[in-house]
């Protein structure tokens, strides 16, 4: 196998979402679930998200970028690929670690959704009380 060919893995957690992501040298083709990223995504702001790892390491045409992203909202989404993304690029090149580590990139966001507690709305809120 080439070694052009070769795809290099990164996994990426947001939320409940999930993401997949594949690079290889190319040309900056950026598909997510077989889809171009600015299909995919409508807003601006996720797709900015999506290309940051590339666009802080100074790599945004250079590598091929296939996504596979499931669960959660698209922004959780777009949080995931950040992450995978960026753990890829760091495998393919360790060089690229402190620009990485530097806009925290290569750690994961811990903040899940609270879970709802008994007696009450929500995991906050809850029911009104009324005195009579």
Do not use: H
């Amino acid at each position: 196998m080439a070694e052009d060919t070769k795809f290099i893995w990164g996994t990426g957690r947001r939320k409940s979402s999930v993401a997949r992501a594949r690079i290889r040298k190319g040309t900056g083709k950026f598909l997510v679930n077989r889809r171009e990223l600015d299909e995919y995504f409508g807003r601006d702001r996720d797709t900015f998200i999506a290309r940051l790892p590339l666009k802080t390491t100074k790599t945004l045409g250079k590598y091929d970028v296939f996504i596979n992203v499931q669960g959660g909202g698209l922004t959780g989404q777009a949080g995931a690929i950040c992450l995978g993304v960026a753990r890829a690029l760091y495998k393919a090149d360790e060089s690229l670690a402190e620009g990485l580590r530097g806009a925290s990139l290569l750690t994961r966001d811990s903040r899940m959704k609270e879970r709802k507690k008994y007696g009450q709305k929500g995991a906050r809120a809850g029911f009104q009380w009324t005195k009579r």
